[in-house]
């Protein structure tokens, strides 16, 4: 993915001026900010939601897009999201999805309705539709948000193993938890990102 010179403000109040991005096939990275830093701002760019008012995003290959929202049906089940993502997708089976959500620990949901899901389990599915269709880059808002130890343990481990097959896995957060994980990591800060260093690249 390859972002140029992009600038957004709502009204007069500019929150990006002129953000450079380039993520490697294979690259695990990182931004993060303080809240209202236009994080998700620049994220919405990235996956298309949202024009820029200058600049240009430049995607190469399938792209899913994890917001920090879950966008759920309450009175769907998990199974009928699967399905429903499926068409949507044009996909022939669930297959990934099924590995995603063992990877995840959570296939025993798979027919509770999403209005009876904790947010941990939500956000387990909402990680799962971004990633039913083997995407060759991945954007996550806040992905942990309210996952246990565990299941953020198990979050890193599958970010390893997208990593390791060549995907870009792109991690939007307000903290920089396990810097040490990342192969790179920026810092959104008064609308410019700047590299930061992490073990990782050291």
């Keep these: 993915m390859e972002v140029t010179g992009v600038y957004h403000a709502y009204g007069r109040r500019p929150v990006l001026r002129g953000v450079d991005l380039r993520l490697e096939p294979g690259a695990l990275a990182g931004i993060v900010g303080e809240n209202g830093a236009g994080k998700t701002t620049l994220l919405k760019i990235l996956s298309g939601e949202l024009a820029p008012d200058r600049g ?12 920090q929202a879950a966008v759920l049906n309450d009175a769907l089940t998990v199974r009928q999201h699967l399905n429903y993502f499926k068409v949507a997708y044009g996909l ?9 959500m063992e990877a995840l620990r959570f296939s025993e949901y798979a027919d509770e309705r999403a209005g009876v899901l904790s947010g941990g389990t ?3 599915l909402n990680l799962t539709l971004a990633l039913m269709h083997d995407p060759r880059i991945l954007l996550l808002d806040e992905p942990y948000q309210g996952f246990d130890w565990e299941t953020y343990q198990r979050f890193w481990d599958l970010a390893g193993r997208l990593r390791e097959e060549g995907r870009s896995v792109l991690v939007v957060s307000h903290l920089a938890y396990d810097a040490e994980r990342l192969d790179v990591l920026w810092r959104l800060d008064g609308g410019h990102l700047c590299e930061r260093t992490t073990e990782a690249t050291a």
């Design 92 to 100: 022939s089976d669930l297959m990934r999805a099924e590995e995603v």
């Design 56 to 67: 240009t995003v430049r995607h190469h290959g399938r792209f899913g897009y994890c917001p």
């Design 122 to 124: 939500r956000q387990k």
